[in-house]
């Protein structure tokens, strides 16, 4: 079984900043990618950034300077730094990897993340 758990989401209010951590756990073999989702109450979900196995990173164009997503490979695990929080990024916030070999992607639960204005 392989777990995903995500912690560090909260009540936040605007202007400051959160750090969520994304722990991988179980029978896996090794990580390739790493990446962040939210849906917001009536939208659709949306990639808010992603890293790659080498370090290569993305981001949605609305948080581009604002947030920073990295990975412990070490610790399986991933983060995403968020600052200068807005109202429009309060959602529940995802993990999903995928893993070498295979063409499942593993998802977490999911961390509410608050920012009030």
């Known amino acids: 079984q392989v777990q995903l758990v995500e912690s560090g989401g909260g009540l936040v209010q605007a202007g400051g900043s959160l750090r969520l951590s994304c722990a991988v756990s179980g029978r896996i073999f090794s990580i390739n990618t790493m990446g962040w989702y939210r849906r917001a109450p009536g939208k659709q979900r949306e990639l808010v950034a992603g890293?790659?196995?080498?370090?290569?990173?993305n981001y949605a164009d609305s948080v581009k300077g604002r947030f920073t997503i990295s990975r412990d490979n070490a610790k399986n695990t991933a983060y995403l730094q968020m600052n200068s929080l807005k109202a429009e990024d309060t959602a529940v916030y995802c993990c999903?990897?995928?893993?070498?070999?295979?063409?499942?992607?593993?998802w977490g639960q999911g961390t509410q993340v608050t920012v009030s204005s």
């Open positions: 999903k990897v995928t893993v070498w070999g295979s063409s499942y992607d593993y």
């Open positions: 890293i790659s196995s080498g370090g290569s990173t």
